[in-house]
């Protein structure tokens, strides 16, 4: 298996321009995580899909940020306007749960730098 | 917030020496997690310890937890310097999300 597949690896932007993240999770997964980290609050959950449903997103910061998942496939995450405080890395993990346990091992993609100027 | 606390911030060793990283958090649990991250790339699943278990080995890694306690701590034994990286503990409360601490940098000097 491939694993989890982010695109792209790495993203330099302009504040004020629109900001698309993308995540292929492990087949047969049936929960979808997005994860913002930074030197100063470390990893953060932004969201999680639960067979393809967003479950939590409290941790999108503000109406700026949105997540879709339009099959198990397949996750975006976009930033619009970006704002150069959103410049972190983004991880995206998936997992397979059983009974809703959606939290069981996650496996991480690569990431994707982000850089808003 | 239920997020854990890693303890030391930053462990500096020499290769073959043991490493001890503790980790504490502050609501009950479902399971902690161990997870380890290499400058650059995603975090990568270790071991998962369930709220029931006490003690878990997984090759040179060694997990305790101590739910009287809330903390937990992870060995590695006769470190090596391909095991620099920062390790994250990870904590499951039942239904609620994963949450992780800030991280051990663990440094092995050949």
């Known amino acids: 298996d491939a694993g989890v597949i982010q695109s792209p690896r790495h993203e330099v932007t302009e504040m004020g321009q629109e900001v698309t993240l993308r995540c292929k999770p492990i087949?047969?997964?049936?929960?979808l995580f997005w994860y913002r980290q930074t030197m100063m609050r470390g990893l953060e959950l932004l969201i999680y899909?639960?067979?393809?449903?967003?479950?939590?997103d409290s941790g999108m910061p503000e109406d700026r940020f949105s997540a879709k998942m339009p099959n198990a496939s397949f996750s975006t995450l976009k930033i619009q306007p970006s704002e150069p405080r959103d410049s972190a890395v983004y991880f995206c993990?998936?997992?397979f749960g059983q009974g809703g346990a959606t939290n069981e091992k996650l496996f991480f993609g690569s990431g994707t730098q982000l850089s808003v100027l | 917030s239920q997020q854990g606390e890693e303890d030391p911030q930053a462990l500096s060793i020499q290769e073959g020496e043991n490493a001890t990283m503790n980790c504490s958090y502050k609501t009950s649990i479902n399971n902690l997690q161990w997870y380890r991250q290499n400058s650059g790339r995603g975090l990568v699943h270790l071991i998962l310890?369930?709220?029931?278990?006490r003690e878990k080995h997984s090759g040179r890694l060694r997990v305790t937890l101590d739910t009287s306690k809330k903390s937990s701590s992870l060995l590695i034994t006769a470190s090596r310097a391909a095991d620099t990286a920062s390790y994250f503990c990870?904590?499951?409360?039942?239904?609620?999300?994963?949450?992780f601490g800030e991280g051990t940098q663990l440094t092995v000097n050949p």
């Open positions: 993990a998936s997992s």
């Open positions: 990870a904590q499951r409360a039942s239904g609620s999300r994963l949450t």
């Open positions: 899909f639960n067979n393809n449903v967003p479950i939590d």
């Open positions: 087949s047969g997964h049936n929960s």
């Open positions: 310890i369930r709220s029931n278990e």
